[in-house]
């Protein structure tokens, strides 16, 4: 938890002393990491530990919170200027000739946001990533625009958000708060935490945590209601700007963001499903985004707004330098995930058996968007082959954030027809190769505590029975109540897992498909045939690659993809009876 190896110096600067922690060579570009309420600098300390080895990381106790002392009266003591001058004295100390990177969390990102528009610290900042922290400002315009142009909608945000800040009309009350933090709020507050928001306990909050509280309180006293009720007309960043919003904060809505193009026009989107506290429960994800985002804006003039690191995928914000590993990645819906991934600008491992389609796949997600793409050969069904692979991925890729097993293999013919030989062959590929994905993945998921998702592709087939496909659906309806079963185990660590019910999709699987209990000929024929049926439905692997990542956005547990799939699916719920009459008629093939 403590910032092991952080040098510390103490800056003083209007009659106030800040404590000053310092990670990572000085002569690499500088990153200063701002907290909020009630915190210290310390609640960086995951965060900055993995950015210190590619950068200068600066933390600081915010006046009257850590070891830096508090203004005396402390009324009046915490206006944005004061903030504003402490943060000049900060990297006049740390960084004198070179722009610093800004890193704002919650009330940190309050105040950076004062920082990154004001006049006086312009040139000298040279990104600023904000996190759970709005411009006063900002907000004191959003208000006025929905008090003024009222329509339910607006009026639903502004109750929503003033349903989300009671704790700040609390803040405002004399005394209480105090007593509270330096009372029973402040002893429980850990635990809170911990349960709440699942921050990790590790000695997170320090222990200076009911004084932080108590003098933060004036954050609030001293900033909130002037600002919002006159807000600044200029307030508009004058360096280029990543905006990450966790999807599940309980203090702040998403819409606070909705205009935030009129202040800060080329800002970086991301998105999280996470809540508040991102900086103890995401650190790798937050580390990844400030590393990418303050490398692609190093070395440029001051104020030009960066090319960025901007992916425009539809889904950008949310997979933007997420490591999605994809098997089966060679061919048909497996290729086009790992593409719409790419376009997405994640970071993609392409899986198959076939090296050469792999090494495709991953070339062209490089041309796509993706900032790195990898191939690797694995035969999903083979266990030491996976648990080598899931070794590999660790140790130079990192851990996967969504894992989509997609590896399957058809077979068709009549039970009697099926031999134990064909049946082992379909459930080693298609049901063992879940299994060993979801155990290996899942564990370094699980390991790591920082959340991600696993979608598994099963069928339409896994809910509709028939004569034909009798191995091949067995195999599929394992993967959907293994991915039911597994979506209750992981829901506790915030690991999603989804199943994919395509349908019938225009892919290369009718090629490779086998057909039991006829000759090689024969065989061949039925191949075509499906292939010219599946050509006929024609629907593209592309469409079935959105509703995956759809699927992943929105938790989604199980997913028909084509009409005749959720049709199925309905039928299944519904009419049961009318699916098994169905399944008796002869099939096509
Ligand atoms: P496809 O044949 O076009 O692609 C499958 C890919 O998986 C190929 O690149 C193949 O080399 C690879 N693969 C096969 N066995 C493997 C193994 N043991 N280890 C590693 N890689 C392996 O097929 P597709 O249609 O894209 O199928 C993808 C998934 O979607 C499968 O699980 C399939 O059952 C499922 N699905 C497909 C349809 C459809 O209509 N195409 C419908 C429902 C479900």
């Not at 200063?32 to 600081?60: C, I, Q, T």
């Not at 097993?405 to 030989?421: H, K, M, R, V």
């Not at 009409?563 to 002869?586: D, Q, S, T």
Request: proline share 6%; net charge positive; aromatic share 8%.
């Amino acid at each position: 938890m403590s910032l092991v190896g952080a040098r510390e110096r103490r800056v003083r600067t209007g009659g106030i002393e800040l404590c000053v922690a310092e990670l990572g060579d000085e002569r690499q570009p500088t990153v200063v990491l701002v907290h909020g309420y009630p915190d210290s600098k310390e609640v960086w300390s995951e965060v900055a530990v993995r950015l210190a080895d590619r950068f200068h990381v600066v933390l600081y106790d915010v006046r009257g919170h850590g070891r830096s002392t508090a203004p005396r009266p402390l009324r009046g003591g915490f206006t944005l200027e004061k903030l504003t001058d402490d943060f000049l004295a900060v990297i006049d100390a740390v960084s004198p000739g070179e722009p610093v990177h800004l890193v704002g969390h919650d009330w940190g990102s309050v105040q950076s946001w004062e920082f990154a528009t004001v006049a006086r610290t312009e040139g000298r900042i040279a990104s600023f990533t904000s996190m759970s922290g709005p411009s006063l400002d900002h907000f004191g315009h959003w208000i006025k625009t929905r008090v003024r142009r009222p329509t339910p909608r607006r009026i639903g945000q502004l109750l929503g958000q003033g349903a989300k800040s009671w704790y700040v009309y609390m803040l405002h009350t004399p005394v209480l708060p105090e007593l509270a933090w330096r009372g029973p709020l402040g002893k429980r507050w850990p635990g809170i935490l911990q349960r709440l928001e699942k921050v990790p306990a590790d000695g997170y909050p320090t222990a200076s945590l009911p004084s932080d509280a108590a003098h933060g309180a004036w954050l609030y006293r001293d900033n909130v209601r002037s600002r919002l009720g006159r807000p600044r007309e200029d307030a508009y960043a004058h360096a280029p700007v990543q905006l990450i919003t966790p999807l599940g904060d309980a203090f702040l809505s998403e819409r606070l963001y909705d205009e935030l193009e009129k202040w800060a026009p080329n800002a970086v989107r991301r998105t999280l499903p996470a809540k508040h506290w991102i900086p103890r429960t995401r650190p790798d994800q937050l580390a990844a985004w400030i590393a990418e985002f303050v490398t692609a804006n190093e070395g440029r003039e001051n104020g030009v707004p960066a090319n960025g690191p901007v992916a425009t995928g539809r889904y950008a914000e949310r997979f933007g330098g997420q490591l999605v590993l994809v098997t089966g990645a060679g061919s048909g819906i497996g290729r086009a995930t790992a593409f719409a991934f790419a376009e997405a600008g994640a970071r993609v491992v392409a899986v198959d058996r076939d090296a050469e389609a792999a090494a495709r796949t991953a070339e062209m997600s490089r041309l796509i968007g993706a900032p790195d793409a990898w191939a690797e050969t694995a035969d999903v069904s083979d266990e030491q082959a996976m648990e080598k692979l899931a070794g590999r991925v660790a140790a130079e890729y990192g851990v996967v954030d969504v894992l989509v097993n997609n590896a399957g293999i058809g077979l068709s013919g009549s039970f009697l027809d099926t031999t134990a030989e064909d049946w082992r062959k379909v459930l080693d590929v298609n049901l063992w190769g879940v299994i060993h994905g979801c155990r290996l993945f899942g564990k370094q998921m699980a390991e790591r505590g920082q959340g991600g998702h696993i979608v598994n592709i099963a069928s339409a087939a896994a809910y509709m029975p028939s004569k034909a496909l009798p191995a091949y659906s067995t195999s599929k309806a394992a993967v959907l109540m293994l991915s039911e079963c597994l979506r209750a185990e992981l829901a506790g660590r915030d690991i999603g897992v989804s199943a994919i019910c395509p349908g019938i999709v225009n892919t290369n699987i009718t090629s490779t498909a086998r057909f039991a209990g006829v000759d090689a000929a024969e065989e061949q024929r039925r191949q075509k045939r499906s292939a010219r049926l599946y050509g006929l439905r024609n629907y593209p692997p592309e469409k079935v690659a959105e509703a995956i990542l759809r699927a992943v956005v929105r938790d989604e547990a199980v997913v028909p993809v084509t009409p005749e799939a959720r049709g199925a699916r309905l039928l299944h719920r519904f009419a049961p009876g009318a699916l098994r009459a169905i399944a008796r008629a002869e099939p096509p093939l």
